[in-house]
């Protein structure tokens, strides 16, 4: 009797394993800006309500795994949304939001297909209205360990760029900074920081920018 209660215990966590395993097929490199601070005070913050940040960039790379047995390890997929008010406000309601998807050119048809559904998946209804489909060299670079990252790229052709850096003692404005806003995708660890470039040159949203030295961003990791 106890050597099956063994074997069904054993069972039991083999299965366990298994599913926790296919929920986390895949991983990688997240990083997300938008036209409002995510680090700042409520002073501040309130202050951008319904002028700003309805606009955001989404970048993801995979590092390792698969999307519905369709490989993605090494390719990269980025979102730019332009919503009809300020992302994470509890008050406004920003959708139907507009969204172009760029997608790594060096990805096959049906790997093209499968980045655009999981950033789709990842970013909920942000992408659902997708009015624009580009393909373009995007390179993905991020700089630091052990979860702190001093800074990343984002560089999706001549479409749209992220460059990033860690908060540091100059970036404290009125000194109750906190993460008000939470990242606008699923993620596993995450950290704010500072745009040093914030950049959407394409079309399809009506809308373009640049922007520089906001503490508008989102760096970090995601698994699923």
């Given at each position: 009797m106890r050597r099956m209660m063994f074997i069904a215990a054993l069972a039991l966590v083999a299965v366990t394993l298994g599913s926790t395993g296919q929920a986390q097929s895949i991983s990688g490199d997240y990083i997300e800006t938008r036209s409002a601070d995510v680090w700042t005070g409520s002073c501040v913050a309130n202050g951008e309500v319904n002028l700003a940040g309805d606009q955001a960039i989404l970048?993801?790379?995979?590092?390792?795994?698969?999307?519905?047995?369709v490989s993605?390890?090494?390719l990269s997929v980025v979102g730019v949304v332009k919503a009809n008010a300020t992302l994470g406000d509890q008050y406004n309601n920003p959708y139907p939001a507009n969204a172009v998807v760029i997608v790594?050119?060096?990805?096959?048809?049906?790997?093209?297909?499968a980045l655009v559904?999981?950033?789709?998946?990842?970013?909920?209804?942000?992408l659902d209205n997708v009015v624009r489909i580009d393909l373009a060299p995007i390179k993905i670079e991020v700089t630091g360990h052990d979860g702190h990252y001093s800074k990343?790229?984002?560089?999706?052709?001549k479409l749209a760029g992220i460059q990033t850096r860690s908060i540091g003692g100059n970036d404290h404005l009125c000194g109750n900074e906190e993460v008000y806003y939470q990242p606008l995708a699923e993620m596993t660890h995450s950290m704010p920081a500072v745009a040093e470039l914030d950049q959407y040159q394409g079309s399809g949203l009506g809308v373009s920018w640049t922007t520089h030295g906001k503490r508008s961003a989102f760096v970090g990791s995601f698994a699923r």
């Amino acid at each position: 009797m106890r050597r099956m209660m063994f074997i069904a215990a054993l069972a039991l966590v083999a299965v366990t394993l298994g599913s926790t395993g296919q929920a986390q097929s895949i991983s990688g490199d997240y990083i997300e800006t938008r036209s409002a601070d995510v680090w700042t005070g409520s002073c501040v913050a309130n202050g951008e309500v319904n002028l700003a940040g309805d606009q955001a960039i989404l970048a993801w790379r995979v590092t390792k795994g698969e999307w519905k047995g369709v490989s993605l390890e090494g390719l990269s997929v980025v979102g730019v949304v332009k919503a009809n008010a300020t992302l994470g406000d509890q008050y406004n309601n920003p959708y139907p939001a507009n969204a172009v998807v760029i997608v790594d050119e060096r990805a096959c048809p049906e790997q093209q297909k499968a980045l655009v559904e999981f950033a789709q998946s990842m970013a909920g209804k942000l992408l659902d209205n997708v009015v624009r489909i580009d393909l373009a060299p995007i390179k993905i670079e991020v700089t630091g360990h052990d979860g702190h990252y001093s800074k990343t790229l984002v560089q999706a052709g001549k479409l749209a760029g992220i460059q990033t850096r860690s908060i540091g003692g100059n970036d404290h404005l009125c000194g109750n900074e906190e993460v008000y806003y939470q990242p606008l995708a699923e993620m596993t660890h995450s950290m704010p920081a500072v745009a040093e470039l914030d950049q959407y040159q394409g079309s399809g949203l009506g809308v373009s920018w640049t922007t520089h030295g906001k503490r508008s961003a989102f760096v970090g990791s995601f698994a699923r």
